[in-house]
């Protein structure tokens, strides 16, 4: 994984690595609540990213997809894996692992780079365990996701409300392009 990023973080410099890791930090602001409880197991497997307010290596992105595993140290293995600027762009693939931090399973810490545990909440995941949205205490980055590619815009504009009634600007949402032609590709 850090044989990847060593080009990414060349490029960035000390400016733009302080400000990335300033952006890890929690900001003081009201309390970001979490679902009750997750059940991890259920919880596990792939998540189509219909939208979100982007990461930098997100930025572009299409067929974003995020799947989750339990490791036998309790530790979620994780892979997230997308195209780069367009369907035929090229694939990226990060291998970050989470940290579940709380009893409700709902609060995890997701580690990019050694040491730091970046915030990472579930916010809101409906009974059927088919869509989620996945937030942060700074409020700067959110991901809407779902089992299949696609939601209803019923179901995405309740999934919007959300993200702003948890103090997001949801004009900074942006709808993640996914186009699947076969099961072979997912």
């Known amino acids: 994984m850090l044989q990847r990023l060593k080009p990414f973080l060349a490029t960035l410099g000390l400016s733009g690595l302080v400000g990335l890791l300033a952006g890890c930090q929690s900001s003081p602001v009201a309390p970001m609540p979490t679902v009750p409880q997750v059940d991890l197991p259920r919880f596990m497997g792939d998540w189509y990213v219909i939208a979100n307010i982007p990461t930098f290596i997100e930025r572009g992105?299409?067929?974003?997809?995020?799947?989750?595993?339990?490791?036998?140290d309790g530790s979620i293995a994780t892979t997230f894996r997308f195209r780069a600027?367009?369907?035929?762009?090229?694939?990226?693939?990060?291998?970050p692992r989470g940290f579940v931090l709380d009893a409700s399973n709902a609060l995890w810490g997701m580690r990019f780079v050694w040491p730091i545990k970046a915030d990472y909440r579930?916010?809101?995941?409906?009974?059927s365990y088919s869509q989620t949205v996945i937030a942060r205490q700074a409020r700067d980055y959110v991901w809407i996701m779902a089992r299949t590619p696609s939601i209803s815009e019923t179901d995405y504009a309740t999934l919007v409300r959300h993200v702003a009634a948890l103090g997001y600007d949801v004009n900074r949402l942006q709808k993640v392009p996914q186009r699947w032609h076969s099961a072979k590709e997912q």
């Open 61 to 72: 992105a299409h067929n974003a997809v995020e799947s989750y595993r339990i490791d036998a």
């Open 122 to 127: 579930i916010t809101y995941l409906d009974a």
């Open 85 to 95: 600027g367009g369907f035929d762009g090229a694939e990226k693939v990060y291998n």
